[in-house]
């Protein structure tokens, strides 16, 4: 075993104990706690680094796969181990997750360089890398859970760090109550599979859950409405992913979970937490992948548990771009491209396998970042204003900002050929469209990234171009001339270095991840799955591929087109102007603008049904349980008043007179001791003759 | 007869015969060296001495294993015998050591060589099974008694209660005197099994149940059993604390065991029963109505009593009523209850008069009203206290709590169809009315306060030593009773 296996724990290791520092340091150590938290994931980035080669070079010789596990707990007879795991998919997640990390710890240097609970944000920061990365180097379904349960209470902390917003408070209640609905499935789906395998690991040299011996054993045995037991415990384990990763119909809590600070957003929220369930799902998918064994139906070479999951996907990506297009918070944009982009990975999962799905998730990590720091540095520089009709004509102001973000755009956009966006969403769409179910999740998938094109070109045209709207106020027209007054210090302005700095990083790494995974060089899918790959250009002119790529190509082409027309053509004027879209379709805008009404409809059903619910427990405790309650109260007192009663006046009082008996007994005895001699020999003669006629009379007797 | 070497009486009777060189060296030793000297000198050095001496005799008695019988049982050497001696000459350590701190004589050497004859007399005793040495043994101790009771001159209750001791003392003698003479009559031997042989088959003549009472009367007076216990209240109260202590210690341990051998000895064929509703004349009845006597009367005369050492008075004739019903029972496993009990009741009542004397001397009284506040005052005495008197109510997991187990279960199964139960349900509701006085002492220390200016008591070293050493015991004895039975 090499030596990194051993050591993989001390990557997660090391920013759990920066946190821990951070947290009994007293305020305010600034320094320290960024150094801490920057240093201990540099470290872990340059760890990561090792895994990762020693990854590498394996092609053609199966799955590259190596684990550590220790014995932990004992039930009864059995031994639950605790471990992690190094093959490819860990490592390139450690890297990613090192990485963009790190860098946005740097960029949170800058944007919260204000901010007096600076401290407190290292330590939820470095607290999350710590279970993001647990939950990646787990080797177990059990340290999964507690990893995964870390970063959904740091990501519940984070986006209730201002807590002393009610908006930010309530967002962070919904985050956590909605993800613990999925998680409630999660852990019930672990509970079976440990009651079903008697393991959590998922690779143990051939007895693990993700191996075939119990696989074959789940597929096997039938349980509920006649699905295997892997089908429904991989449907309860998707059930977290769905929470986790912000999947319809629980995808309620990530728009909202934009409260948090923009950092905040950008690694949780967009690069690593939510794609943390798309993770579950790859690293589970042995177990979506096995056939219930019903061949020769309509199952032709996928199963249940996987068309499950490509629907969900599929109708996440349509909605979450849907929606995207009538929204005016510039975060909240980008958060429904997430729940968008998410349903792309999912549904990349469901129709390609783990390669298709995690080579989308690892560029979105790249480029969402960037897009989310991005906006990120444009909100700082217009003074924390969040919506895109006060922005405009940023091009001029933050240049740097510019170029990138329209990097990112693109990149998420999937401009042709030079962006990773393209090479991993174009990869997902052809696999959709060999899917042998169903053409629908590819023409939903076409459809979404006609949106996806068209909403971001709407958001870079609404902020960079046309003018800067940021000096009217909302509701007064035409005070165009005064916004161009002055370079006064309302204006916006630029970041800092320590902020555009990651931002070109990541910038890079949008243009040129995409190139690891084209179809004349799919390194990647290679890298992942073990098989042998050549270079070799005709696989990008093979007529399927070719006329993916161009209509592909062409959906961005509208999408981008259709966006400048209706955008940047024309310019906003000010602030209070109505939406192009608004003013031609009023009704479908209303309903996009308010996301379906689906927190409507929760508020209408599911929370109203918990309020009735719970004030029918009210109810029923108040009155029927506590009447009960009461009930017994009062016989119990009437009892215990007759009782009082039975106690001082015949036990109490017999008792009473039986002790005073016995002390005046005590007394009539003490009587007998006279003092005087005479009467104590007289007694013993008395006791003498007494003594006798008893044994006589006794004898007779 | 066989010639007597004279030899072999003196290795035989080693013990006893190391205390008489004690008691010569401890006399000469205060009159010739220590003269002059003060009176607390004159006690250390004579305790010191009487120690020794008998820390010597338990250890040769206890190492020994012979058995031996001289001139037809009048000195009869066994290893039951022996380990009673240990025990009695143990309770003599004790009540030296607890008299050390007295005052009430300077009579040092006079005093201890009276401690130590009467243990001699008492070592004696057990170590016999003839009518003539039981006798002469038993006048032996009490005359030590006796004086002993009258030895506080300054206080004429003191000479009293010596006088009325000693009245009934000789009137129950005399008694004792009478029933052996029949018993010689009736069977031709003084010797204990020859007795038995003698009696056997003679059915209840009228002069064997006369001689059965008056022997009765003669024991019941020597372990205070209702109603041969008139003497017992004045003469605890009246005698210096030591003493009391002595009488209701060594003496009660040597009488008990000779009494429970002389009559499973010597009166076998004559048991009778006193099972409920199978009452048969013999022994063992008038046991039953002398116990049942002695408990109820002990348990509930005790109550109101406001003297501390009138209390224990009565409560010692309470707990010889219990140990009166390990006698009747008659089997082995009660007889050895039986010896636990009294060892373990001897060793609480020394440390309880042990304590007594330590406030009487600081407060000048031994009442109940002496006692308040004691637990502020002189915490660890008052902790010894609590022991002593848990441990006579009987509260686990204290000797006292483990010796009334033992005593009552092994009464249980000894009748046939558990025909002394109500014996033993008589006896555990009195133990129950029995912790009415021994808290009304604890509640004094504990509860009450003291009245007016009460400074902290100065417990004397070598009492509070001797105080602690016996409450331990108590614990030791509590939790671990095989330490003791496994020599009973």
Not at chain 1, 196 to 208: A, I, P, V
Not at chain 1, 369 to 391: P, T
Request: hydrophobic residues 55%; glycine residues 10%; aromatic residues 14%.
């Amino acid at each position: 075993m090499i030596w990194i296996v051993k050591n993989l724990w001390l990557i997660p290791a090391l920013p759990l104990f920066a946190a821990g520092i951070i947290a009994v340091n007293k305020q305010p150590a600034r320094k320290l706690a960024a150094t801490l938290a920057i240093g201990s994931l540099a470290v872990g980035f340059l760890l990561s680094l090792c895994a990762f080669s020693a990854t590498l070079g394996h092609h053609g010789e199966g799955v590259f796969r190596e684990v550590f596990s220790f014995p932990w707990i004992q039930f009864g007879g059995q031994w639950m181990d605790l471990g992690w795991v190094l093959d490819p998919l860990t490592a390139i997640m450690l890297v990613m997750v090192t990485f963009v990390g790190m860098l946005i710890f740097i960029f949170s240097v800058g944007y919260m360089a204000h901010d007096e609970n600076f401290m407190r944000f290292f330590c939820f920061l470095a607290l999350f890398a710590a279970g993001m990365l647990g939950v990646v180097i787990a080797n177990n379904l059990f340290l999964f859970f507690v990893s995964w349960e870390i970063v959904g209470l740091t990501s519940y902390l984070l986006i209730g760090f201002w807590y002393h917003k009610p908006s930010a408070a309530a967002a962070a209640k919904k985050a956590f109550i909605t993800t613990r609905i999925g998680d409630l499935g999660l852990l019930l789906g672990m509970v079976w599979l440990y009651a079903q395998t008697g393991t959590l690991n998922f690779y143990d040299g051939g007895h693990g859950c993700m191996e075939s011996t119990q696989l074959v054993k789940m597929a096997t045995q039938v349980t509920i409405g006649g699905f295997a037991v892997s089908t429904v415990v991989g449907f309860l384990i998707f059930l977290g992913a769905v929470g986790k990763s912000g999947q319809f119909p629980l995808h309620v809590w990530l728009p909202d979970a934009m409260e948090g600070p923009t950092p905040v957003s950008a690694l949780i929220h967009a690069a690593t937490m939510v794609a943390a369930g798309v993770f579950l799902v790859a690293r589970v998918y042995p177990l979506m992948a096995q056939s219930p064994l019903l061949h020769g139906t309509m199952w032709l070479d996928t199963t249940p548990m996987l068309i499950i999951v490509t629907w969900v996907g599929a109708i996440t990506a349509i909605f979450g771009a849907s929606i995207a297009v009538a929204q005016n918070d510039i975060k909240r944009i980008l958060a429904y491209s997430t729940v968008s982009q998410l349903g792309y990975m999912m549904m990349g999962l469901g129709v390609g396998g783990v390669a298709v799905g995690m080579f989308h998730l690892i560029t979105h990590a790249f480029f969402k970042a960037l897009l989310f720091l991005g906006s990120g540095s444009v909100i700082h520089g217009c003074h924390e204003e969040q919506d895109v009709r006060k922005m405009g004509g940023l091009k001029k102001y933050m240049p740097v900002t510019f170029a990138v973000y329209a990097v990112g755009m693109l990149a998420l956009a999937g401009f042709p050929l030079f962006f990773s966006g393209f090479w991993s969403k174009d990869e997902i769409l052809h696999s959709a469209h060999n899917w042998p179910v169903s053409h629908i999740p590819f023409l939903l998938g076409c459809t979404g990234a006609l949106f996806t094109a068209f909403y971001m070109t709407r958001q870079v045209a609404l902020v960079f171009f046309g003018n800067y709207r940021g000096h009217q106020q909302a509701g007064t027209p035409s005070a165009h001339a005064h916004s161009h007054a002055s370079e006064s210090s309302h204006d916006p302005h630029e970041s800092p270095a320590v902020m555009t700095v990651p931002l070109v990083i990541l910038a890079g790494f949008a243009i040129l991840l995409g190139f690891v995974g084209t179809p004349a060089w799919p390194w990647f899918d290679g890298y992942l799955t073990g098989e042998e790959f050549k270079f070799d250009l005709s696989k990008l002119t093979e007529p399927g591929t070719l006329g993916l790529m161009i209509a592909s190509a062409a959906i961005v082409f509208t999408g981008l087109g259709l966006g400048w027309f209706l955008y940047g053509k024309r310019p906003r004027k000010t602030v209070a102007e109505k939406d192009v879209l608004e003013a031609a379709q009023p009704f479908f805008y209303k309903v996009l603008e308010n996301k379906y009404f689906i927190d409507e409809i929760y508020e209408g059903t599911v929370i109203r049904f918990n309020a009735f619910a719970a004030w029918l427990c009210d109810f029923a405790d108040r009155w029927i349980f506590g009447g009960a309650v009461m009930l017994v109260k009062y016989i119990t007192v009437g009892l215990a008043w007759l009782y009082r009663l039975t106690d001082e006046y015949f036990v109490n009082l017999g008792f009473d007179t039986g002790c005073e008996a016995l002390r005046e007994s005590g007394g009539g005895l003490s009587k007998l001791q006279t003092g005087r001699v005479q009467t104590y020999l007289r007694v013993i003669g008395v006791a003498l003759v007494a003594l006798i006629i008893f044994l006589i009379w006794g004898r007779k007797a | 007869m066989n010639t007597v070497n004279y030899l072999e009486i003196l290795r035989l009777a080693a013990p006893e015969t190391i205390v008489t060189v004690t008691v010569l060296i401890v006399l000469g030793a205060d009159v010739t060296v220590m003269r002059g000297k003060s009176i607390a000198a004159r006690f250390n050095v004579g305790a010191l001495l009487s120690i020794l001496g008998c820390i010597f005799a338990a250890l040769l008695a206890f190492t020994r294993h012979t058995e031996a019988n001289l001139f037809n049982g009048l000195m009869v050497v066994d290893p039951s015998s022996d380990f009673v001696k240990v025990a009695i000459l143990a309770l003599t350590v004790f009540t030296i050591l607890i008299s050390t701190s007295a005052r009430f004589t300077d009579h040092v050497g006079e005093y201890l060589s009276l401690i130590l004859l009467g243990t001699i007399g008492l070592m004696f005793l057990v170590s016999t099974e003839d009518l003539l040495m039981v006798f002469i043994a038993l006048e032996f101790a009490s005359l030590a008694l006796y004086i002993l009771t009258a030895f506080n001159k300054h206080n004429e209750k003191s000479a009293e209660a010596a006088l009325k001791y000693f009245l009934f003392g000789g009137m129950s003698a005399a008694f004792l005197l009478f029933g052996f003479s029949l018993l010689y009559g009736i069977s031709g031997s003084t010797n204990l099994r020859e007795i038995a042989v003698g009696i056997a088959g003679k059915g209840f003549d009228p002069l064997l149940l006369v001689a059965l009472v008056t022997t009765i009367i003669g024991f019941g007076f020597k372990v205070a059993a209702v109603p041969f216990h008139l003497w017992a209240p004045d003469a605890y109260e009246g005698a210096p604390t030591p003493s009391a202590a002595f009488i209701g210690s060594g003496s009660k341990v040597a009488s008990f065991y000779v009494l429970a051998k002389i009559f499973t000895l010597g009166f076998v064929g004559a048991e009778g029963s006193a099972v409920w509703h199978g009452y048969l004349s013999g022994w063992t009845p008038v046991f039953a109505i002398v116990a049942a006597l002695s408990m109820v009367l002990g348990n509930l005369t005790a109550i109101v009593q406001s003297s501390v050492k009138r209390l224990l008075a009565y409560s010692a004739i309470a707990h010889a009523g219990y140990m009166l019903l390990g006698v009747l029972s008659n089997t082995p496993a009660s007889a050895s209850a039986m010896m636990f009990y009294v060892i373990t009741y001897a060793l609480t009542t020394i440390g309880a008069f042990g304590v007594v004397m330590v406030v009487e001397e600081a407060t000048g009284g031994d009442a109940i009203k002496n006692f308040a506040g004691l637990s502020r005052r002189a915490p660890g005495l008052s902790l010894c206290l609590l022991i002593f008197l848990l441990s006579l109510g009987g509260i686990p997991p204290l000797a006292g709590f483990i010796g009334k187990f033992f005593l009552f279960s092994a009464a249980v199964s000894a009748g046939a169809n558990l025909g002394l139960l109500w014996l033993v349900i008589l006896a555990i509701a009195m133990s129950a009315v029995s912790f009415y006085y021994y808290l009304r002492v604890l509640k004094a220390a504990y509860v009450e306060d003291a009245p007016g200016e009460a400074p902290a008591i100065k417990v004397p070293l070598l009492t509070f030593l001797a105080l602690v050493l016996l409450a331990l015991l108590v614990i030791l004895f509590g939790c671990v009773p095989g330490l003791l039975t496994q020599f009973l």
